[in-house]
Structure formats: C-alpha cells, structure tokens
C-alpha cells in the first residue's frame, strides 16, 4: 500500500472510531509503530487529525454513543477513576453529581464514605448507591425524563438545582480541553451540568483519557472554573502541563 492511501484509511479510522491508539495502527496496517507515528504526524500537521500520546484523536466534533455503549468503554480506567474520588471527598460533603458512565463507575466508592448528601439526575446512580448499601441523603432532581441514559433534564429539573447549595459537583463530560474548558455533546446534559457547576463550591471532573484534547458542541464551564481533574495514566504531558498552568490540579 502507497502511504498515501495508507494515510487516507488511517485518518477515515480515527474520524469513525474518534480515536486509535500507534499499536492498533501498526497491526492494522502491517508497519512498524515508527511509520505509524511519522503518518500521524503528517496527517496532524495538515490539520487532519489530532495527535495525542500513544496515538491520535479526531478533530470533529464529538457525538456521544447511548449510556450502555459509554459504560462499556475503558471500564478498568473508571472504576480506578471513581477509586481515587473517594480522596477527595470528606464525610458529611454534599455533593452535585450528574449522569455519566464514568460518575456511576464513582458509585461503590461513594457508597463507603458515610453521611454524604447527594443530588443527581441519575436515576441509575441514585439506584447504585442504594445497592451498594450508601447512607447517604439522595435527593434525585425531577423533571423530563430521558430514558436512554436514565437521567432527567428540562426546566423543572434546572429549577430544582437551584434549591441546593453543595461542598462539590461531580461531572463526567464528552470532552475536556485545556484550552476550552469542559464540553457535552448534548445541550439538555450541558445545562443541568452548567447549573450545579453555578451552585456548588468546587468542581470535580472525572474524565478518562479518551476524553481529553476533544471538542463537543456544547460549553459546560472554563477551565478556571475546575478545580481538580481525576484521570487516567495514559494522559499526555502536554495536556496535564496544560493543566498545571491553569491553575488545575491533575490526578491519575
């Protein structure tokens, strides 16, 4: 195969799948990791696509696949990601958590730390939390009910954030930015999340490393508005001195 055409389908594979790791691509096509990083390179210099570490992201606008495709993603990475939230949460902090794969991965550890208030508009996280046993005050914000991801959203559901005032607000997101800020591909999930960032003192981001240098169509919040980002190991240093610069803690 010519390296053009090889570039071609490489750059069709990143924009289906959002992103793709140097290994996959070296298998995919045959080549050693070295050809693989000097396509993406070229490709990333052209503005085509955008290069990460271990490999490449899309540079379109993310769409979100459905709550049960997203629970399924990088699941080990989540569940170590709501491990380490458990740290930066005390007994007795109330907290604004919205709905997400990666904030109902959160919901074992959340479970053992005792006398938490929480409110959400996730209906499968208040559920979890009561599973596993939570003593927590679980207010579950009303409002259209969307069933695909389980969740509330609407104007009665905004309305009722603005009944609480909260120690933390714990979001998953589509895509985070250094530069941007935090993103949601979805309007109705981006307002809920922009109202409990209004009313809480901290915010949270949980965010696996699939998520950030991406962009999705909808604002949640500046980048100086988060206070501490809980990722993964597979984060890049330029996105983590990104960061650092802004004043944002980072943990992995």
């Known amino acids: 195969m010519k390296p053009r055409d090889r570039r071609l389908q490489i750059e069709s594979i990143i924009q289906e799948q959002g992103s793709a790791s140097v290994e996959q691509l070296a298998e995919r096509f045959t080549v050693s990791t070295e050809t693989i990083r000097r396509d993406l390179s070229r490709l990333a210099q ?7 570490h271990g490999g490449a992201r899309s540079t379109r606008l993310l769409a979100e696949p459905s709550m049960p495709v997203r629970a399924a993603l990088a699941n080990a990475e989540k569940t170590r990601i709501g491990q380490r939230l458990a740290h930066a949460i005390e007994p007795g902090d109330t907290l604004f958590v919205d709905t997400g794969s990666t904030t109902l991965a959160a919901a074992p550890a959340l479970a053992a730390i005792p006398g ?13 939390l009561s599973q596993q046993g939570s003593d927590a005050a679980i207010y579950l914000l009303g409002g259209r009910y969307v069933a695909g ?7 009665a559901a905004l309305g009722q954030v603005g009944d609480f005032q909260a120690d933390h607000c714990v979001l998953t997101v589509a895509a985070l930015s250094p530069e941007i800020g935090a ?4 309007h109705d999930e981006a307002q ?3 109202a409990m960032v ?3 003192r901290n915010l949270i981001i949980l965010a696996d490393s699939t998520k950030l ?3 999705a169509a909808f604002t949640v919040c500046r980048t100086d508005e988060i206070g501490l980002v809980i ?9 983590r001195a990104g960061f650092g610069s802004r004043g944002v803690k980072v943990w992995v």
């Not at 052209?46 to 990460?52: C, E, L, P, W």
């Not at 938490?116 to 979890?128: H, M």
């Not at 991801?149 to 104007?155: D, E, H, L, R, W």
């Not at 993103?183 to 979805?186: N, R, Y």
């Open 198 to 200: 209004a009313n809480a």
């Open 116 to 128: 938490l208030t929480i409110i959400t508009n996730s209906w499968q996280l208040a559920d979890a």
């Open 231 to 239: 990722t993964d190991d597979r984060v890049g240093g330029a996105e």
């Open 183 to 186: 993103m949601d591909a979805s």
């Open 149 to 155: 991801n389980a969740q509330t959203v609407g104007p």
């Open 46 to 52: 052209a503005g085509r696509i955008m290069k990460v």
């Open 213 to 215: 240098g991406r962009r």
């Open 192 to 194: 809920i999340a922009r």
